[in-house]
């Protein structure tokens, strides 16, 4: 019986991967953290995807789906607008998969698409639905042209670069403070004090928890739940973790069991798998360096 490319099952393994990640640099790097060219020629394709930033990427190779936290699935689209999710979920694509895209900072995705995170956490859209015609239009012919050969991805990187660059429009200054200062408490301590966020806003504590849940999707409470996770997965992903950062860790979660509990919700591993090497797309999206709405 043939099985279904969506049973639930093992990981692809990471020798089955190639990725390149191509760090942004000039005007576009406020709005990219990273973009990436995936390639896997298996059959079937699983692999986790971390709770952590939006992703414009399109999809040339490969169909499948993403499980979604409440229940059931997004199908993908040859050009994709991933949404900032608040937990790790699950995706799972029939093969061969190849994927070049862009992953959003916060300040990336309220540039490009003006919608507000919250509202529209945890999905995977057609960007077409969503995003400016030229941005769908552009990557569809950015598909037929790798496909056949007469583009590469370093072309489609390009495109999408030109395309971001085109169509963000900065939110007003104000707002831009908000998620400086939120990126800056974040970067304080990996369990840092919500009062300290209220404190170095500018808005009353109501508007200041509104623009947090409007920009990175979630409420200043679980915005620094989700990257104590994060960084706590960066730092235990390291060959060596050093002793501040191992007691930095020990006295940011209640117990072993907690922070095992949290690194499952919000990175889809335990502690123990972050250093195996089982996943080098995931190990790379929660590296420090791309983490860097935390400056």
Not at 92 to 97: H, K, L
Not at 221 to 245: I, T
Request: glycine content about 6%; hydrophobic content about 40%.
């Amino acid at each position: 019986m043939k099985r279904d490319v969506f049973e639930r099952g093992d990981l692809t393994p990471p020798n089955r991967f190639e990725i390149d990640y191509i760090e942004p640099e000039g005007a576009v790097a406020q709005f990219v953290t990273t973009f990436y060219h995936f390639r896997c020629d298996d059959p079937l394709v699983r692999d986790i995807q971390p709770a952590a930033v939006g992703h414009l990427s399109l999809f040339p190779r490969g169909k499948g789906r993403m499980s979604l936290p409440g229940g059931g699935h997004d199908p993908s689209h040859e050009v994709n607008l991933l949404t900032p999710f608040a937990q790790a979920v699950h995706f799972e694509v029939n093969g061969p998969f190849h994927a070049v895209g862009a992953a959003l900072s916060p300040l990336g995705w309220a540039a490009l698409t003006g919608m507000n995170a919250q509202d529209h956490a945890n999905r995977l859209y057609d960007a077409a639905d969503w995003l400016p015609a030229e941005i769908a239009e552009s990557g569809t012919r950015f598909c037929a042209a790798y496909r056949d050969g007469s583009a590469t991805a370093a072309d489609g990187i390009a495109e999408l670069e030109r395309l971001i660059l085109a169509y963000a429009k900065l939110p007003r200054p104000r707002h831009l403070e908000l998620m400086a200062s939120a990126g800056k408490w974040l970067a304080s301590d990996l369990q840092p004090d919500v009062e300290d966020l209220y404190a170095a806003s500018s808005f009353s504590r109501r508007q200041t928890q509104r623009l947090v849940q409007q920009y990175f999707g979630v409420s200043p409470v679980a915005l620094r739940r989700k990257y104590r996770a994060l960084r706590a997965a960066a730092m235990l992903s390291q060959p060596q973790l050093p002793p501040d950062a191992e007691a930095a860790i020990a006295e940011a979660f209640y117990d072993q069991s907690h922070m095992i509990h949290e690194l499952r919700t919000f990175v889809g591993r335990t502690p123990a798998r972050l250093s195996d090497d089982a996943s080098p797309y995931l190990k790379e999206l929660i590296d420090r360096k791309n983490l860097r709405e935390l400056n």
